[in-house]
């Protein structure tokens, strides 16, 4: 079992910025790891995701043009830098290693997740 554990959620205003963190053991992140969030009332969806050089990323659509992922393998860590962030951003942030195999903006190709971090943005 693979225990993640994400910080740096909390309450902000509209146009604030968060930096989320998730770190895991040694080589956690090997291949894709991601981020996802669940807004109150709604299905869990996919932020963005990153492979193990950082060469290459993806991202949702509410995440394009204001959030930045990235990784840090020596310290076995995640980020997820949020700006200028929206009321709409509000919800339990998630990270997830990938399983190898399966689209990596769905849920059900990864297999750890963390148990979230509170993001609440006020307008």
């Known amino acids: 079992q693979v225990q993640l554990v994400e910080s740096g959620g909390g309450s902000v205003q509209a146009g604030d910025s968060l930096r989320l963190s998730c770190v895991g053991p040694g080589r956690t992140f090997v291949l894709y790891a991601g981020w996802f969030r669940r807004a109150p009332g709604k299905e869990r969806e996919f932020v963005a995701a990153?492979?193990?050089?950082?060469?290459?990323?993806y991202y949702g659509d509410p995440a394009k043009g204001r959030f930045t992922i990235s990784r840090d393998n020596a310290k076995s860590l995640m980020y997820l830098q949020m700006n200028d962030l929206k009321p709409d951003d509000t919800g339990v942030y998630y990270c997830?290693?990938?399983?190898?195999?399966?689209?990596?903006?769905?849920?059900?190709?990864?297999?750890?997740w963390g148990q979230g971090t509170q993001v609440t943005v006020s307008s």
């Open positions: 990153i492979n193990w050089s950082g060469g290459d990323t």
């Open positions: 997830a290693t990938h399983r190898s195999s399966g689209s990596v903006t769905y849920t059900g190709s990864y297999d750890y």
